[in-house]
């Protein structure tokens, strides 16, 4: 059985709403309805459990034997030069 009730919305949402029923070309009775239904709902469809990011616990700093950037230059081109004589294998 469909009931009558007087709902009281500030102006703003309820323009936001019409414009959005009118855009989607529908009432706004059945915009209404269908976002009542969502709220009242046992499980949301589209709510997800927020998952907290994991923590790292990487120390940190420079790999040994890399004390400047020029450290770290040639030790790269060593690793280029060995992959360019084993074929990049």
């Known amino acids: 059985m ?3 009730t007087t709902v ?3 102006a703003e949402l309820l323009k936001k709403a019409q414009r959005k029923a009118a855009a989607e070309g529908r009432t706004l009775t ?3 309805e269908e976002g009542l239904r969502y709220v009242v709902s046992e ?3 589209s709510k997800k459990e927020r998952l907290m990011p994991r923590v790292s616990t990487a120390g940190g700093g420079p790999a040994p034997g890399v004390r400047t950037l020029k450290d770290l230059e040639e030790i790269e081109d060593a690793e280029y030069i060995d992959r360019l004589r084993n074929g990049f294998r």
């Open 8 to 10: 009281r919305l500030p």
């Open 2 to 4: 469909i009931r009558r």
């Open 43 to 45: 499980q949301p469809t």
């Open 30 to 32: 059945d915009l209404m």
